[in-house]
């Protein structure tokens, strides 16, 4: 592998600091049921709701929302978001992303308390936001009697599918992600195939993987242990949408984080995730992975379903179309065992 790639070569600090992926903005067919299945069954704070969206929070956030579902024609992904440290940091991304050609405009939602939030089409072809203020919210921690369903305590992650996953590398990192973990496909071509990378000190705010893209692969929420995890699933399939449970309960390789994937009413791939490590010191080595090992996606080699690989959740571009996907680049990779 061209390690080149994987340092970024000339890398420097980007004017701007993010903290963290904060929540996601999901257009929904039927919100009525996207709203059950969120805060019925796995148990979500609704923080705000109107005939046309509902706000939703974890029982550790201390903010307005890390979930918003709106009402619309079809199930789309209409932006991710995260969180800058200071007000002055969007004026210095705007401008960074200007000089990479990417429309920009701004914004605000009152509902939220969110005053100023940048967005942008990014250079992938990724529906982004950027945001400082938020309107705050009780944190429910320590509620312990108000908490139900999975037990979700915050949004942790966001994964993408990415035809040209090197391209997303390089954008992450010189947006001033770190990284932790990354697959390659094996000698002779050692082709990067998937990356995590962060800005908080954990394994992850945004994973990178080959396939078909840009699309949204899943959304992730940290639950309390693994017990949670298990209680979701008697939970969910107890409410007679066993359906919804597509791969897990299992154990990570990459990340070692516990976890369940679910499918949401509209089709969206939400991870249970639980019990991955700290990242936070200088010098933290990136752990490499083979493609063909099978123990990086599950450490007990439990092989993924068909549609882990191959389904994802499409974007929505600036005129509320999908986002015209890109096939993978990476063809010369070994035939998983999947199911």
Known sequence: ?????????????????????????????????????????????????????????????????CLVLRRGQRDLVRRIAFRVRTPSDLEAIAAWYRQRGCPTEWASDDV?????????????????????????AERLLQRYDLHRGAGILRIDHVNLH?????AGYELYRRLGFGVSEYTVTDPPSEQMWAAWLHRKPSVHDVALTSGDGPRLHHLAFLVTDPAAILHACDVIAAAGSGAALERGPGRHGISNAFFLYLRDPGGHRVELYVG???????????????????????????????????????????DGAPVAVQPERIEDRPEMVIT
Do not use: N
Request: net charge negative; charged share 25%; aromatic share 10%.
């Open 1 to 65: 592998m061209d390690h080149r790639i994987l340092d970024v070569v000339d890398l420097e600090p980007p004017p701007f600091d993010i903290v963290r992926v904060a929540h996601v903005e999901l257009e929904c067919g039927d919100l009525e049921a996207s709203r059950r299945f969120y805060v019925d069954l796995l148990g979500m704070v609704e923080s705000a709701a109107s005939r046309d969206a509902v706000y939703l929070r974890g029982y550790e956030d201390s903010t307005h929302h």
């Open 112 to 136: 939220a308390g969110i005053g100023t939030a940048l967005h942008v089409i990014d250079p992938l072809g990724c529906p982004i936001g950027f945001f400082h203020e938020i309107k705050p």
């Open 162 to 166: 990415l035809a040209d996953v090197p």
């Open 276 to 318: 991955d490590y700290w990242t936070g010191d200088p010098g933290h080595e990136p752990l490499r992975w083979s493609l063909g090992d099978p123990r990086r996606q599950t450490l007990w080699g439990t092989p993924a379903p068909r549609s882990w690989f191959e389904e994802s959740s499409s974007f929505a571009g600036a």
